[in-house]
């Protein structure tokens, strides 16, 4: 049969061989009744699902100074207004999804309350966007971050995409380990770097005002080449909703606290409104501080700043690095190379990689939402060993690593797509909202109940018209400079999770048990078994034996045919032994396996509709994945085909090798081993059942519960 005999693959073998690996990059499995001991305090959520729009101050006002350069520094005086109207958006933002959280506190965020209260398209058209911008998030922050560090280390610039593409991998496992842990990593850099930018803010503000220090940053004597002098009228206009545009960057991850609910203690919903509240406060103090800053230190920012910045009216050449605003205001009010300096230089280039993790809350739990819902693979929905969604991390990883990939891990490209898949779920959503109030308004009787209501719809109104037209200005002024990607990824992930929708829909229509009598509860009228065979040796003896004990109605063996010495020799064995099973031979002039013994199955389909073809396949098992290496795989291709044949069923018999078994005993013997630390020393606590070792990996060979695996 191609071989001595069909060989199958087993997969606990090679899980138990991955097993110690995985223990080590993640930690030991957690039982499911621990999910709650990784919820969040608030201390801890802040910098988990806020890290986000917290860091975007280190490149928001260096997005807004770079447009407005585009009309010369002379175009700077308007930065404070852009600050004041992303402030006025901001407050209503955080206003808007206060009322979200505590309305929908399951953590379906945007998606459940445009589903809710507009249908199924629109929320499909959130999810859409969300997805989106969570990978933006990634994609964004960690390129920044580079940018960042590169500043201090040309090697990190030298290779960005390389060492963005190793932060993804870092920050993925560190994920894998568990929400909780992560978050505690993540805090002492955030807060450092919110104190920090705090710090700087005070005292630049006490060397100014009080002081009367002169405080210049190291561009204040550069100039700038304006591409278009003397801008008026529609032109300024479109300028400033550009730049306006630019600096709602620091609204990306507002939604995610909202997607985030289920993730905090208890009291939930009160919990996550004050995070929201907190986040919203801190964040457009610091944006407005370093904008305020950027003017009275006069940093100079360009597009092109090797051919649009001059010094002494020569253009600084390729060679300059034009660092980020936070930067350079850091160095005039800090000093260069200073103590307070380098720690917000580090904090800053840290908390960019770590706003990432802003999205790596949010589209595991998102994805996890959508595929209870059939619109994504059910694996998604499952938490890993760790409690994680960790199926949701790893394509979240994969895809922003692709993003970094195409477009080189450069931040003002990417940038350029970002923030238009938040402003469409932020605006179905205020508007979802609008109707829950209207729904809920049409019945409720009580006075004081209903004038909260009219507060909270006010609120979202608001906030559905102001971030409906923030969509807009967004659209416009940024579609050709690479917003239609992230529209035509929208698109993308709409029609792949409406195709999956179809095919799940499909899949429960198809396999529905009926209600009468049907084909697939009339019994076959006879059973026809065939022993796939080879050679007679132990493994093809055992699965004779369990055919047998199948009392079919007819049962034979098969062989085919592809070297006739050894079909001789099977012939001449099988009569000496005397075994009463007919022993049928299948010619295969070209060699093959499969084929035969298909077209052989089917013939005996046609000949009788109504009976069942059983097919048992004798296997035998080994110990070591290089082992699998020298046999073929014959089995497992019959198998796979097998599968499409209406009326046949297929039948493996295993046969362990002694490898196999020592496999059994390295499994148990690991099972048995515990890492130093992974058991608490002192009593043990009451109350909480006692966790067997190496939990989460499956069933140990040889132990006395069933492995469905093997």
Same mark, same amino acid.
């Given at each position: 049969m191609g071989g001595p005999v069909f060989e199958g693959l087993r997969s606990s073998v090679v899980s138990k061989l991955t097993d110690v690996p995985k223990r080590i990059l993640i930690g030991r499995a957690l039982r499911s009744d621990r999910l709650g001991e990784t919820l969040l305090p608030k201390r801890i959520a802040l910098p988990v699902f806020a890290s986000d729009p917290l860091s975007s101050v280190a490149y928001a006002p260096g997005e807004v100074l770079l447009v407005l350069s585009i009309a010369g520094v002379s175009a700077y005086h308007f930065s404070p207004w852009i600050a004041l109207a992303v402030v006025v958006l901001m407050f209503t933002v955080v206003a808007s999804y206060r009322q979200n959280v505590h309305a929908y506190p399951s953590g379906g965020g945007d998606y459940e309350v445009a589903t809710t209260n507009l249908g199924p398209r629109a929320g499909l058209t959130v999810a859409s966007a969300l997805l989106v911008d969570y990978v933006l998030t990634v994609a964004v922050s960690i390129a920044s971050g580079i940018e960042n560090l590169g500043s201090a280390i040309p090697f990190v610039v030298e290779h960005k995409v390389a060492c963005a593409v190793a932060v993804i991998v870092l920050l993925t496992l560190m994920n894998l380990r568990g929400v909780k842990e992560s978050g505690k990593l993540f805090a002492i850099p955030t807060y450092v770097f919110v104190a920090g930018v705090f710090i700087m803010i005070a005292w630049g503000a006490f060397r100014g005002l009080v002081l009367d220090d002169t405080m210049r940053a190291p561009t204040a004597e550069y100039t700038i080449k304006a591409e278009h002098q003397g801008l008026a009228g529609f032109a300024l206009v479109f300028l400033l909703l550009r730049a306006f545009s630019s600096g709602c960057a620091a609204l990306t991850g507002v939604e995610a606290i909202s997607n985030g609910v289920p993730a905090f203690r208890k009291p939930k919903s009160k919990n996550a409104a004050s995070t929201l509240a907190a986040m919203g406060l801190l964040a457009v103090t610091m944006f407005c501080g370093i904008i305020v800053l950027a003017l009275f230190t006069k940093v100079r920012m360009a597009e092109n700043p090797a051919v649009d910045l001059l010094k002494d009216g020569t253009a600084v050449g390729a060679d300059y690095v034009q660092n980020p605003v936070i930067t350079q205001v850091a160095e005039a009010v800090f000093g260069k190379g200073s103590f307070l300096f380098i720690v917000l230089a580090a904090a800053t280039a840290l908390v960019l990689f770590l706003a990432a993790n802003t999205a790596y809350n949010g589209f595991p739990v998102l994805g996890s939402i959508l595929a209870q819902d059939r619109y994504l693979p059910r694996q998604l929905h499952t938490r890993g060993d760790r409690l994680a969604f960790s199926n949701g991390i790893v394509l979240l990883a994969g895809a922003a690593t692709m993003l970094v990939i195409i477009y080189g891990a450069d931040s003002t490209r990417l940038i350029q797509l970002y923030i238009v898949g938040v402003f469409v779920s932020f605006t179905l959503s205020q508007i979802g909202m609008v109707r829950h109030w209207n729904r809920l308004l049409a019945t409720e009787t009580d006075q004081a109940k209903r004038r909260h209501m009219v507060r909270s719809r006010a609120i979202n109104t608001f906030g559905a018209f102001f971030t409906g037209l923030v969509l807009i200005v967004v659209l416009v002024t940024k579609f050709t400079h690479g917003a239609w990607v992230a529209l035509l990824g929208m698109v993308i992930f709409y029609g792949t999770m409406s195709a999956i929708r179809r095919h799940y829909d499909g899949v429960s229509e198809e396999i529905a048990a009926p209600e009468g009598p049907s084909d697939d509860t009339v019994r076959p009228s006879r059973v026809h078994s065939v022993l796939l065979i080879s050679k007679i040796h132990r493994p093809t003896l055992r699965a004779l034996a369990y055919a047998k004990l199948m009392r079919s109605d007819t049962l034979e063996a098969l062989t085919v045919n592809v070297d006739p010495a050894e079909t001789k020799t099977l012939r001449d064995e099988w009569e000496r032994r005397g075994i009463d099973v007919p022993l049928k031979v299948l010619d295969s002039p070209y060699r093959e396996v499969t084929r035969p013994v298909i077209e052989y199955v089917k013939s005996l389909r046609q000949e009788s509709p109504r009976d069942a073809v059983?097919?048992?396949?004798?296997?035998?098992?080994?110990?070591?994945?290089?082992?699998?290496?020298?046999?073929?795989?014959?089995?497992?291709?019959?198998?796979?085909?097998?599968?499409?044949?209406?009326?046949?069923?297929?039948?493996?018999?295993?046969?362990?090798?002694?490898?196999? *078994?020592?496999?059994? $005993?390295?499994?148990?013997?690991?099972?048995?081993? =515990? #890492? /130093? +630390?992974?058991?608490?020393?002192?009593?043990?606590? *009451?109350?909480?059942? $006692?966790?067997?070792?190496?939990?989460?990996?499956? =069933? #140990? /060979? +040889?132990?006395?519960?069933?492995?469905?695996?093997?």
């Amino acid at each position: 049969m191609g071989g001595p005999v069909f060989e199958g693959l087993r997969s606990s073998v090679v899980s138990k061989l991955t097993d110690v690996p995985k223990r080590i990059l993640i930690g030991r499995a957690l039982r499911s009744d621990r999910l709650g001991e990784t919820l969040l305090p608030k201390r801890i959520a802040l910098p988990v699902f806020a890290s986000d729009p917290l860091s975007s101050v280190a490149y928001a006002p260096g997005e807004v100074l770079l447009v407005l350069s585009i009309a010369g520094v002379s175009a700077y005086h308007f930065s404070p207004w852009i600050a004041l109207a992303v402030v006025v958006l901001m407050f209503t933002v955080v206003a808007s999804y206060r009322q979200n959280v505590h309305a929908y506190p399951s953590g379906g965020g945007d998606y459940e309350v445009a589903t809710t209260n507009l249908g199924p398209r629109a929320g499909l058209t959130v999810a859409s966007a969300l997805l989106v911008d969570y990978v933006l998030t990634v994609a964004v922050s960690i390129a920044s971050g580079i940018e960042n560090l590169g500043s201090a280390i040309p090697f990190v610039v030298e290779h960005k995409v390389a060492c963005a593409v190793a932060v993804i991998v870092l920050l993925t496992l560190m994920n894998l380990r568990g929400v909780k842990e992560s978050g505690k990593l993540f805090a002492i850099p955030t807060y450092v770097f919110v104190a920090g930018v705090f710090i700087m803010i005070a005292w630049g503000a006490f060397r100014g005002l009080v002081l009367d220090d002169t405080m210049r940053a190291p561009t204040a004597e550069y100039t700038i080449k304006a591409e278009h002098q003397g801008l008026a009228g529609f032109a300024l206009v479109f300028l400033l909703l550009r730049a306006f545009s630019s600096g709602c960057a620091a609204l990306t991850g507002v939604e995610a606290i909202s997607n985030g609910v289920p993730a905090f203690r208890k009291p939930k919903s009160k919990n996550a409104a004050s995070t929201l509240a907190a986040m919203g406060l801190l964040a457009v103090t610091m944006f407005c501080g370093i904008i305020v800053l950027a003017l009275f230190t006069k940093v100079r920012m360009a597009e092109n700043p090797a051919v649009d910045l001059l010094k002494d009216g020569t253009a600084v050449g390729a060679d300059y690095v034009q660092n980020p605003v936070i930067t350079q205001v850091a160095e005039a009010v800090f000093g260069k190379g200073s103590f307070l300096f380098i720690v917000l230089a580090a904090a800053t280039a840290l908390v960019l990689f770590l706003a990432a993790n802003t999205a790596y809350n949010g589209f595991p739990v998102l994805g996890s939402i959508l595929a209870q819902d059939r619109y994504l693979p059910r694996q998604l929905h499952t938490r890993g060993d760790r409690l994680a969604f960790s199926n949701g991390i790893v394509l979240l990883a994969g895809a922003a690593t692709m993003l970094v990939i195409i477009y080189g891990a450069d931040s003002t490209r990417l940038i350029q797509l970002y923030i238009v898949g938040v402003f469409v779920s932020f605006t179905l959503s205020q508007i979802g909202m609008v109707r829950h109030w209207n729904r809920l308004l049409a019945t409720e009787t009580d006075q004081a109940k209903r004038r909260h209501m009219v507060r909270s719809r006010a609120i979202n109104t608001f906030g559905a018209f102001f971030t409906g037209l923030v969509l807009i200005v967004v659209l416009v002024t940024k579609f050709t400079h690479g917003a239609w990607v992230a529209l035509l990824g929208m698109v993308i992930f709409y029609g792949t999770m409406s195709a999956i929708r179809r095919h799940y829909d499909g899949v429960s229509e198809e396999i529905a048990a009926p209600e009468g009598p049907s084909d697939d509860t009339v019994r076959p009228s006879r059973v026809h078994s065939v022993l796939l065979i080879s050679k007679i040796h132990r493994p093809t003896l055992r699965a004779l034996a369990y055919a047998k004990l199948m009392r079919s109605d007819t049962l034979e063996a098969l062989t085919v045919n592809v070297d006739p010495a050894e079909t001789k020799t099977l012939r001449d064995e099988w009569e000496r032994r005397g075994i009463d099973v007919p022993l049928k031979v299948l010619d295969s002039p070209y060699r093959e396996v499969t084929r035969p013994v298909i077209e052989y199955v089917k013939s005996l389909r046609q000949e009788s509709p109504r009976d069942a073809v059983s097919v048992i396949i004798p296997e035998y098992v080994v110990g070591h994945w290089y082992e699998h290496l020298l046999h073929n795989q014959s089995a497992l291709r019959l198998k796979g085909r097998l599968l499409f044949t209406p009326g046949v069923m297929v039948t493996s018999v295993p046969y362990q090798l002694q490898s196999s *078994e020592a496999a059994k $005993k390295r499994a148990r013997r690991r099972s048995e081993w =515990n #890492a /130093p +630390g992974a058991v608490r020393r002192g009593p043990a606590q *009451e109350g909480r059942p $006692k966790e067997p070792s190496g939990s989460g990996s499956g =069933n #140990a /060979p +040889g132990s006395s519960k069933p492995d469905a695996k093997n």
